[in-house]
């Protein structure tokens, strides 16, 4: 187990760290000069030479990489080109909200899956299985910013009975958190049928129904513990799909995470923030994607670490 | 030393005022109600509130509320006055400038501001360590360059005469200085606090503006509250402003419509135009004004074809321009030189190339292209842009050219006009020169004058005439106010002569929308000030307080 963590964290650090080459040399080789960016359209020449200095953006590429990294080693991500803050109290600030955010989204993609992915495997083969799966369909395709707006639109604007956008109390949560977890309910609604479904199937479902038991009591005491423990497995890996969700999702609602942050810095081509971010977004897939396979062995035991 | 009189000048375009009567009572709304609060929205997070580095449109207004400079505008307009200055003298040969300074001014920290924090903000911001973008504007200052190439700190041309005494001496006349001056790279900061806090002064900004801020949680919203101590004796009406981010423009109006925001301060977005402008009760909401902007096509005059005159003559002929404005909604007016109409030196009898598709086909016979040729039309990929660098394209391909679109984020398609061989034609819009000061010399140097014909510069068309340099100069070495309309007119040459070379195609100039909710109130003016944008938050008010 030891070992297997420690290669792991290697694996992690690799990683991480190719994300980082290919982040950095793909802003790097973007036309948009960053220096003029902070220059502005009236700096001389001058000027605009003593910015690249100042900032070691005359550098080769390769000195500016390490440069990079020796200082993300002290914890230092730089400092912002337009906000002119530092990038680690730019999302250090911004965080909270995200993790929030996926918070709200795990509990309304499990509430909405798991639900529905039971009552389609209960319900095997009938219409009502066959709707839930189309919804399940719609949910995983279709677009999470025109799911953001209907919802804003129907909920928010039409009935009122949440805030349009915001953030601070459970209200402003409900609507970017619903959004963000369709998607995953969609999956999860279809894993949990098809888990549910294969452990319905199993002898001691059907002893447990010899024995006279309630259908309430099969599904919730016998079969659910059981079906319900490898569809939880995966939320780890949820973390990874969130980081692309909240981008759009944070956007619409005008909720304060990185997502909104790093869409902002991509259109201002603010490289020290997207880097940040991204930089960020990848240590929170590896970490999810850790704490998956951490997790699985004690879930299935047939799963060995190795 | 000649002294200018109140009386005498303020007629004046630039007017030179000897001294001002106590914060000028007249400008006072009777109706004003001090007191309330009002919610303004934008989508991007405010930037910097740092006086010398602030240069977006957002923040501008905001750093123009918490500070001051000695220079500013009548509100609502583009008339000059003093603000921190109380009154001033210019000597005979325009070279010297000699600030009053008003007494009893305090920075928010409660220190009362002398001359040398005049001085020491103006050094910060010529200094090459604070990375001002706005350092260029103060070139004229005797000493700048000692100081632009880092050999030493101090302005030699910045002296402190008394306490409240400043004299700014210039290297060369400068017509343009005291608009200078009124920019809010020239507004004052205190030493102490910008020492304090370093890198980070932008974001804990300490000034004697009418404001003060008082929180800031970042990526939510920016707080302003109302500076008691504020020298301008009943300013500003409200008591606070919450400016909250991250919130798009159609939710802003939403919001606005429900009553939740004031002031939705990225406007009013352009798929919802239509409709707010059709129901009577939200037009009436709406403050329409014109601004300091032009949208212009760019000819790379250094690329073949339109290294010919009467090729770029024909392109200019070419372009719809009203079908262009009617593309988006009505919100701005046909051009057909730089120059916007409010601009001193727009030149009124000028005609400009009218729309004439078969003389322009003419033309580019002429010039040997009867069948026209191929190239490219590089735009910023936000709304509406693209759309009209699709009518462009349909009206270029009328006579022949064929104009293949680049849709680009804003910083590739600056990056391909600074290059020489960059960009055959640019679609300036989203990036359109807006006048950083209300001066026709504004519209030049940078963006049509050799000195912005540099690779990184924003001279796209690469268009340089040595011969309009050298004018260029004259005029603004002319800083005798009494012959300012002298200086207009051959500014209009100036235009008309870079017009007969062609190397844009003026489009539209944009008209301002700025929407209000119903309890805000105060003269339109303010609500689409030249200088002030989106509002003018020092002078409007609420009318729902008791």
Known sequence: MIAYLARRLVQSVLILLGVSIITFALLYLLPADPVRQIAGR?????????????????????????????????????????????????????????????VGAIFFELLIGLTMGIVAAVKRGSAVDQTLMLGSFVGVSAPQFVIGLLLLYIFGVQLGWFPIGGYGTWRHLVLPSLTLGILGAGWYSRMMRSSMIDVLRQDYIRTARAKGLTRAAILLRHALPNAILPVIAMIGIDIGIFMGGIVVVESVFGWPGIGQLAWQAIQRVDIPIIMGVTLVSACAIVLGNLLADIVAPFIDPRIKLR | MRQFLTSTVAASALALMMSLAPAAAEERDPNAKPGGEIII????????????????????????SLFDGLMDYEPGTTTLRPELAESYEISEDGQTFTFKLRPGVKFHNGRELTADDVKYSLERVVNPETQSPGAGFFASIKGFDEVANG?????????????????????????????????????????????????????????TGAYKMTDWTLGQHVVFEKNPD????????????????????????????????????DGIPPAKFQEVMADPDQKARVVEGGQLHTGYITMNTTMAPFDNVKVRQAVNMAINKDRIVQLINNRAVPANQPLPPSMPGYSKDYKGYAYDVEKAKALLAEAGHPDG??????????????????????????????????SLA????????GEKDGAPMIWSGGMGWIADFPDPSNFYGPILGCGGAVPGGWNWSWYCNEELDKKAA?????????????????WGEIYEAIMA???????????????????????????????????????VYVTDVQ
């Open chain 2, 373 to 406: 040729f191929e190239t490219e039309l590089y735009v910023m990929n936000t709304d509406p842009n693209p759309r009209i660098a699709q009518a462009i394209q349909q009206d270029l391909a009328a006579i022949g050219i064929k104009a293949n679109i680049q």
């Open chain 2, 410 to 417: 804003q910083a590739n398609v600056i990056a391909a006009g």
């Open chain 2, 501 to 539: 070379d062609a190397p844009w195609v003026p489009v539209f100039n944009e008209q301002r929308f700025t929407m209000r909710s119903p309890r805000m109130a105060g003269a339109d003016a303010l609500y689409v000030d030249p200088v002030h944008i989106p509002i003018n938050y020092d002078y």
């Open chain 2, 151 to 207: 050999s030493t700190t101090s302005l030699s041309g910045v002296t402190v005469v008394d306490p409240l005494t400043v004299k700014i001496e210039l290297a060369r006349p400068d017509a343009t200085f005291l608009h200078v001056l009124a920019l809010n790279f020239a507004h004052v900061v205190p030493k102490e606090e910008v020492e304090k806090y370093g890198a980070d002064f932008g974001k804990n900004p300490v000034g």
């Open chain 2, 474 to 490: 004259e005029a603004d070495s002319i800083t005798d106010p009494t012959k300012a309309e002298e200086r207009y007119k051959m």
């Open chain 2, 41 to 64: 929205t934008y989508k991007d997070d405010v930037a910097t509130l740092d006086p010398a580095i602030g240069y977006d449109w957002q923040n501008w207004s905001m750093i123009k």
């Open chain 1, 42 to 102: 009236s700096a001389t020449p001058q000027t605009v030479e003593n910015i690249r200095v100042q900032l070691g953006l005359d550098q080769p590429f390769l000195v500016q990489y390490w440069r990079y990294l020796t200082n993300l080693v002290t914890g230092d991500l730089g400092r912002s080109y337009i906000q002119r803050s530092e990038v680690s109290t730019l999302i250090a600030a911004r965080l909270p909200a995200s993790l929030l955010l996926m």
């Open chain 2, 230 to 265: 504020y020298w301008n004796k009943g300013l500003p009406y409200l008591d606070k402003i919450t400016f909250e981010v991250g919130q798009e423009p159609i939710v802003a109006l939403l919001r606005l419509q429900k009553g939740e925001v004031d002031v939705p301060g």
